[in-house]
């Protein structure tokens, strides 16, 4: 059978993962930084994936400090060569600038934690100043054109995934198109939701509160609303699994069920639901597409932002409304006028 050509949405080369820096390479880099690393890492509150992504962010760094700049102190790097650095990611290693702009956050944040607490006790960086400061903006690029998944699309997908009976990959599409939760959120999302009163007027029921994307350990605490009509999915699931969860995405190997893995949901949307739209689909595309489409159906942008998105300011939820407008562009340089308002005019 031959295989389905993907549209991959690209607007230039996917940047390559910077290679791994090793216990055997990350004692090559001085000393200095490192302690100071390993000690920033360790007093801040960060839940487990964001550690994770410090601690590889700092150590690209370190390796970078080592390979590029001779291994210099951390106290002499000056923003010519943070700069350097900088430049080094978006030509050599053509990462977006929403990867380099989360690098740069991380390094600062380290500068941060040396200007405010480390510069009282150790003279080396007495006078140390967060070197990430007052820096040229990153220039703006993306990797990936985003391309909205619309309603049609949608129920295009369920009813292939119904023919198939994959009852888990449609109970998941559902949350994730219908809800706008994040992959790390929808993994959360226990069965006991089934068992919730639901009022006569409400057309969606509350969920338990989730860990909700944060730096902290504990996250952003939210409850979502879950629509009535996303219910039935989870019940048919959870029926047909076979086994018992406190959870709905669950997966079982061999005797061992365990939570849903982000993995599973990466290779879900790039070889399940890619391949149905024969185009590349991700995970992140579906908060986007959620609040889309209220927005198109006409809900109010204030409540998507507040109840939907989660969002603080209004302002962020506007970046993930993937709205054409066409209809509305139209009418902006349309100055053909109908036979009769050109007769009221003469008149």
């Known amino acids: 059978m031959t295989k389905k050509q ?28 490192r302690s100071l690393a390993e000690e920033f890492i360790t007093v801040q509150d960060l839940s487990p994936a964001s550690k994770k992504q410090y601690t590889s962010a700092l150590k690209q760094f370190g390796w970078y400090m080592f ?12 923003k010519r060569d943070f700069m350097r650095y900088l430049s080094y990611l978006r030509e050599n290693r053509k990462m977006s600038s929403s990867a380099i702009g989360l690098r740069k956050s991380i390094v600062s944040s380290l500068c941060n934690f040396i200007e405010n607490i480390i510069s009282e006790d150790d003279k080396n960086y007495t006078n140390f100043r967060n070197f990430t400061r007052g820096l040229p903006p990153i220039p703006k690029n993306r990797v990936y054109d985003k391309i909205k998944v619309t309603k049609d699309e949608y129920d295009m997908m369920m009813n292939v995934l119904q023919e198939d009976e994959n009852w ?50 504990d996250g952003k605490k939210i409850e979502y609303m879950i629509p009535l009509d996303v219910l039935p999915y989870w019940t048919k699931w959870v029926e047909s699994r076979g086994y018992e969860s406190e959870y709905v995405f669950t997966t079982k190997y061999g005797n061992e069920v365990k939570p849903m893995s982000a993995a599973w949901a990466d290779e879900f949307c790039s070889n399940t639901l890619s391949d149905i739209l024969e185009r590349r689909i991700n995970v992140h595309i579906f908060k986007n597409s959620c609040i889309t489409y209220l927005l198109e159906s006409g809900v109010d942008i204030k409540l998507v932002s507040k109840f939907v998105a989660h969002h603080n300011d209004i302002s962020t939820t506007q970046i993930y409304d993937l709205r054409d407008f066409e209809d509305e562009k139209k009418k902006i340089f349309n100055t053909k006028k109908t036979d009769n308002e050109e007769s009221r005019n003469e008149s």
């Open 6 to 33: 993907i549209n991959k949405n690209t607007l230039r080369e996917p940047a390559k993962k910077l290679p791994e820096v090793t216990e055997e390479m990350w004692l090559q880099v001085n000393e200095d930084y």
């Open 67 to 78: 390979s590029s700049m001779n291994n210099k102190f951390f106290y002499k790097i000056s």
């Open 168 to 217: 888990l990959g449609m109970a998941w599409l559902a949350t994730a198109f219908r809800t706008g939760a994040r992959r790390s959120e929808i993994i959360q999302f226990k069965t006991e939701i089934l068992s919730y009163d639901v009022q006569d007027d409400l057309d969606y029921v509350m969920s338990h509160t989730v860990r909700g994307k944060g730096a902290s350990l």
